[in-house]
């Protein structure tokens, strides 16, 4: 049993691989499994410009 839950239908912006992504609910980031490049779940929050 994982915290992280499988982002089905999503595409990496970074590397571009799609269902690769999962979102980590305790840090609020998703991770790229092919990349390992992660971002903020709502970036609306993160740079709100
Ligand atoms: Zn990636």
Redesign the pocket.
Known sequence: MTLAHFLDGLR?A????LN?LWLDPLRGLVE?R????SALAFPEIGEAQ
């Open positions: 990496c970074c590397c571009g691989a690769m790229c092919e990349c390992g490049q």
